[in-house]
């Protein structure tokens, strides 16, 4: 009966060192699409948090970019001395380089100019939000590997 038992502990010991760990993919993952690799380590909260997160960075720095007529659009990072919000009187009126975002009861509109500051911002959230993705893939898979290689180790002694 003990050598069965010292058997199975070999067998899984094996198959923990044999089989490719887990953190890894997890930040393969997450490299690609932020969140996806704590989805994939069944984090769903946190994977949730981490892709709205990135998302918001993207749809910022798209915004920010208006009008986005080509692919180097994107990479202008031109100040606007009159970015931010502004009120309209008319529905007619046209604002330059801005977005209409409602249109009031009374005729008012209101308008957004797009801004340096929220752009380079949004770039920077989504740069962090994917490194932290990627760090915590790995980090987290990582630690519970070490946890359970200390385990097996100590159980075996």
Same mark, same amino acid.
């Given at each position: 009966?003990?050598?069965?038992?010292?058997?199975?502990?070999?067998?899984?010991?094996?198959?923990?060192?044999?089989?490719?760990?887990?953190?890894?993919?997890?930040?393969?993952?997450?490299?690609?699409?932020?969140? *996806?690799?704590?989805?994939? *380590?069944?984090?769903?909260?946190?994977?949730?948090?981490?892709?709205?997160?990135?998302?918001?960075?993207?749809?910022?720095?798209?915004?920010?970019?208006?009008?986005?007529?080509?692919?180097?659009?994107?990479?202008?990072?031109?100040?606007?001395?009159?970015?931010?919000?502004?009120?309209?009187?008319?529905?007619?009126?046209?604002?330059?380089?801005?977005?209409?975002?409602?249109?009031?009861?009374?005729?008012?509109? *209101?308008?957004?100019?797009?801004?340096?500051?929220?752009?380079?911002?949004?770039?920077?959230?989504?740069?962090?939000?994917?490194?932290?993705?990627?760090?915590?893939?790995?980090?987290?898979?990582?630690?519970?590997?070490?946890?359970?290689?200390?385990?097996?180790?100590?159980?075996?002694?």
């Amino acid at each position: 009966m003990r050598e069965s038992a010292s058997q199975y502990q070999s067998d899984a010991n094996e198959q923990i060192q044999s089989s490719p760990p887990r953190s890894y993919t997890a930040m393969i993952l997450s490299g690609i699409i932020p969140g *996806l690799g704590q989805l994939y *380590l069944h984090r769903l909260i946190k994977a949730f948090i981490v892709f709205f997160i990135f998302l918001t960075g993207v749809v910022l720095f798209y915004l920010n970019s208006y009008p986005v007529r080509e692919l180097s659009d994107l990479f202008k990072f031109q100040s606007d001395a009159s970015s931010g919000f502004v009120a309209g009187d008319s529905d007619d009126m046209v604002i330059d380089n801005a977005i209409q975002l409602w249109t009031f009861d009374d005729g008012k509109s *209101l308008w957004f100019r797009p801004s340096m500051f929220l752009k380079v911002t949004a770039l920077l959230q989504i740069v962090l939000c994917w490194f932290y993705a990627v760090y915590d893939g790995w980090r987290v898979e990582h630690e519970i590997d070490i946890r359970t290689y200390q385990r097996n180790r100590t159980s075996a002694i």
